[in-house]
């Protein structure tokens, strides 16, 4: 059987191979490696399944001409795992870098950019993520997160209050990355920023991408970076819309991991645990008010 480290390998035409670790992983995972060949560093990502690389290449294919996206440089089918290799674009990122309010705002500018490209370029879904879908998909996550009431160690009363909040607000759906965490905004020695990790483009209200990316630097990289990003955006959302979205962004990823079994280590000082329990208090709080 053909394995991802051994496509990489080839890559590298002899060059040495790292592997560059990340959250997700099982089966259908992405690997991604940093190859050396030639007089350079290129990146090799070797996709789960071929419906991942259609979907990054048709993303990537629509937003040529925006700056901050990856540049394919060659493509290629290995056994059944298709596989792609592209600019080195940094060994850093937005979650292992001091708080830098300059580099969060440039993050926020090409997010901008991203969403006032036309949204039948980088999909051809006609109706996306929009408001009635984020309104059920809200429910439902809630009810999967009680399914792990015991052993998330979540308090009823505090599942009893989450029911109270409202959905999220969502505007009309425009083109949408739909996970610009930190660590997938990279920058290089130069301080250049590109948004990578592309596959799960599609159409979705910008206020997804704009609460989850303001959310996750202000909670890694401290609240002056998460004020750049949004000045580098040029809008901004409240903080009471904001926490409504955190409650949303943070159920999932506690279901996402309780699911995917990737941490047992899940409890009561978990940050994402921590700002769910936060997010539902200020949600309810301001809701009252």
Request: hydrophobic share 40%.
């Amino acid at each position: 059987m053909v394995k991802a480290l051994d496509i990489a390998r080839k890559l590298a035409e002899g060059g040495r191979v790292h592997e560059l670790t990340g959250m997700e992983r099982g089966q259908s995972a992405n690997r991604v490696y940093r190859i050396w060949r030639g007089e350079g560093t290129e990146v090799a990502k070797v996709y789960g399944t071929p419906a991942r690389e259609r979907r990054e290449t048709h993303a990537l294919e629509a937003l040529a001409d925006i700056p901050g996206t990856p540049t394919i440089l060659e493509r290629g089918l290995e056994g059944d795992f298709p596989w792609a290799i592209f600019e080195d674009a940094g060994r850093w990122n937005l979650e292992s870098l001091p708080e830098n309010p300059g580099l969060a705002r440039k993050a926020g500018a090409i997010l901008r950019s991203v969403h006032d490209i036309a949204s039948e370029k980088i999909t051809n879904l006609s109706r996306g993520i929009d408001q009635e879908w984020i309104a059920v998909d809200f429910i439902s996550t809630l009810r999967r997160l009680e399914r792990y009431r015991r052993r998330l160690d979540i308090e009823s009363s505090v599942l009893a209050d989450a029911r109270e909040v409202r959905p999220p607000f969502a505007s009309d759906p425009r083109s949408a990355h739909t996970n610009p965490a930190p660590d997938n905004f990279v920058v290089d020695d130069d301080g250049n920023v590109t948004l990578i990790n592309w596959e799960w483009a599609t159409v979705a209200p910008i206020e997804w991408d704009l609460s989850k990316a303001t959310w996750l630097l202000g909670l890694h990289a401290g609240p002056a970076a998460a004020a750049a990003f949004q000045e580098g955006y040029g809008d901004s959302l409240d903080q009471y819309q904001l926490d409504r979205w955190v409650v949303y962004h943070s159920a999932m990823t506690l279901v996402f991991r309780v699911e995917q079994s990737m941490d047992s280590a899940i409890g009561v000082n978990d940050v994402y645990l921590s700002e769910f329990r936060r997010a539902v208090a200020a949600s309810t709080l301001n809701a009252e008010a």
